[in-house]
C-alpha cells in the first residue's frame, strides 16, 4: 500500500508555509507538543485521523507524531482537504490518502486506506472511520483500543450505536468537552461560517435577513456573529427551550416556512437532514442565500432544489445558481457542505489550538487507561479539560484567581453554619 495519496506532491511547500503559519498561533499545542517529545506515549501506537484536512489539522497529525505515533489521516469531507497541506504532511512523513473534490468512491477509498492500517486509536469527524470500523471493516475493530470524536453529528451516531449496543471499542467525546463547544463550536463556527460566506458571495451582511436554522452552540455562534455583523436575526428551532432561549437572546423566532419567505441567507446546523425543503424553496424570494454549517450535506435537500429548478449554473466559484419556474432564482453554496471549510479555512488557529489539544490529550487518555475503558462513549475527563484551559490561560499572560483551604471546605459542605 501507497504511504500517500495526494492530489500533487510537488505543493508541498506552499503546505508547509500554512502549516508552519498556523504552528506559531497554537501556544496550547506547542505546550503539549513539548510533552509528548519528551514522553513519547504513542511510542509504537498506530493513529487513524479522519478530519477536514487543512493546515491546522495537519499540524494536530505532526504533534501526534511527534510523540512517537504511525500517524495515517484522510479528510472528512471532500471539498475541505487542501491539497498543498495534505502535500506538505506526505512529504513530512506521514501516511496521507486525500485530495480537494474527492468522488465519493474516492472518499471511501481514502478513509478505507487509513483504516488499512490497522490502527490502535482513531481520531474521528463525523463518525466515518467509527462507521467503517462497524461495516466493512469490522475485522479491523479488534485492534482497536478506543478513540475520539470531534463533531455534535459524530457524537449522536456513537451515542446511537452505543445504545444499540453496537459499539466496539470506547469513544471519547471530545464535541462534549467545554473547552470544545463552548469556543470551538460557538466563537470558532460563528466566525468561520460568517468568513466563508462572505468570501465566496462578496455580498454585505448588514441589513440583510439572516435565518439560523437550529440553535445549539454552533447555531448560537452563528447567529451572535450575524448580529454583530448588521443583520437581522431569525432562528428556527424544533426544541422549545432553545427557542425560547434564542427569543431571550434577542432573536426573532419562527416557523421554517414562515421564515423562508423573510431570509436573505439561511444557514442550516442542525445535525438533521431536510431541514431545507421544497416547500421552503417556493416560499423563498428572488436572491436568497442558502448554505449548511451540519456536518453533512443534507441539511440542504439538493434533489428537491434539482426537481425544482428548471436551470441550473454555476455562477461564481462555489455558488450554484437555481431558477425557479416563476423566474427568482435562489442560491447554494459549497454545494450544500460545511461552508466554513468547503468554502474557506475553517476555524481560526487559536481555537482549533483547544479542540486539537483535547483530542491529543484524549488519545493519551484512551491508551493510559485502555484496560479500564468498556465499550461506551466517555466524556472527556475534568482534569483535562482544565489541563486545556490552564495552559490556554497561561499562553495569554492572564492570572485567575484560587480557592483557599477554608474556601474548599466551605463551597463542598452541606452544613455551613460549622
Known amino acids: 500500500m501507497s504511504d500517500y495519496l495526494v492530489r500533487d506532491i510537488n505543493m508541498a511547500p506552499d503546505g508547509r508555509l500554512k502549516i508552519d503559519w498556523v504552528r506559531s498561533h497554537m501556544p496550547v499545542l506547542n505546550a503539549i507538543r513539548d510533552e509528548f517529545e519528551k514522553e513519547q506515549p504513542f511510542k509504537g501506537v498506530k493513529i487513524a485521523v479522519s478530519i477536514h484536512l487543512e493546515a491546522k489539522t495537519a ?27 495534505a502535500a506538505a504532511l506526505a512529504k513530512a512523513g506521514i501516511k496521507v490518502y486525500s485530495w480537494y473534490k474527492a468522488t465519493e468512491k474516492e472518499y471511501k477509498d481514502h478513509l478505507l486506506h487509513v483504516l488499512d ?44 450505536l452505543e445504545k444499540e449496543g453496537g459499539l466496539n471499542f470506547p469513544m471519547i467525546a471530545v ?28 455580498l454585505i451582511t448588514a441589513g440583510k435577513t439572516a435565518v439560523v436554522m437550529g440553535y445549539g452552540w454552533c447555531g448560537k ?27 431571550m437572546d434577542g432573536f426573532t423566532v419562527m416557523h421554517s416556512l414562515e421564515a423562508a419567505k423573510e431570509g436573505d441567507v439561511f444557514i442550516t446546523v442542525t445535525g438533521c437532514k431536510d431541514i431545507l425543503v421544497k416547500e421552503h424553496y417556493q416560499a423563498m424570494k428572488d436572491g436568497a442565500i442558502m448554505c449548511n454549517a451540519g456536518h453533512f450535506d443534507v441539511e440542504v435537500n439538493k434533489p428537491h432544489l434539482h426537481e425544482l429548478a428548471k436551470s ?9 445558481e437555481f431558477t425557479m419556474p416563476n423566474g427568482r432564482k435562489i442560491y447554494l453554496l459549497a454545494e450544500g457542505r460545511l461552508v466554513n471549510l468547503a468554502a474557506g479555512d475553517g476555524h481560526p488557529a487559536e481555537i482549533m489550538d483547544m479542540s486539537f489539544a483535547l483530542q491529543a490529550l484524549s ?43 477554608e474556601q474548599e471546605k466551605y463551597i463542598n459542605s452541606w452544613n455551613h453554619a460549622e
Not at 223 to 247: F, N, Q, S, Y
Not at 312 to 320: A, F, L, N, P, S
Open 59 to 85: 499540524y494536530l497529525a505532526e504533534v501526534l507524531a511527534a510523540g512517537g505515533a504511525e500517524v495515517s489521516i484522510s479528510g472528512s469531507n471532500p471539498l475541505s482537504t487542501q491539497d498543498d497541506v
Open 117 to 160: 492500517n490497522e490502527p490502535d486509536v482513531v481520531i474521528d469527524d463525523g463518525g466515518d472511520l467509527v462507521q467503517l470500523l462497524h461495516s466493512e471493516r469490522k475485522h479491523l475493530a479488534a485492534n482497536v483500543k478506543g478513540g475520539c470524536e470531534e463533531t455534535t453529528t459524530g457524537v449522536l451516531r456513537l451515542r446511537a
Open 175 to 202: 464535541n462534549d468537552a467545554m473547552c470544545k463547544y463552548l469556543f470551538d463550536n460557538r466563537y470558532g463556527t460563528g466566525e468561520s461560517v460568517w468568513s466563508g460566506i462572505m468570501r465566496t458571495t462578496n
Open 221 to 247: 455562534g452563528i447567529a451572535m456573529r450575524a448580529k454583530g455583523l448588521g443583520a437581522k436575526v431569525i432562528v428556527t428551532e424544533v426544541d422549545p427551550i432553545k427557542a425560547i432561549e434564542a427569543h
Open 312 to 320: 441550473i449554473r454555476t455562477v461564481r466559484k462555489d455558488i450554484e
Open 363 to 405: 488519545a493519551k487518555y484512551v491508551l493510559d487507561n485502555a484496560n479500564k475503558l468498556e465499550n461506551r462513549v466517555y466524556d472527556v475527563p475534568e482534569n483535562v479539560d482544565a489541563k486545556v484551559a490552564n495552559i490556554k490561560l497561561k499562553s495569554l499572560g492572564i492570572n485567575i484567581d484560587q480557592l483557599s483551604p
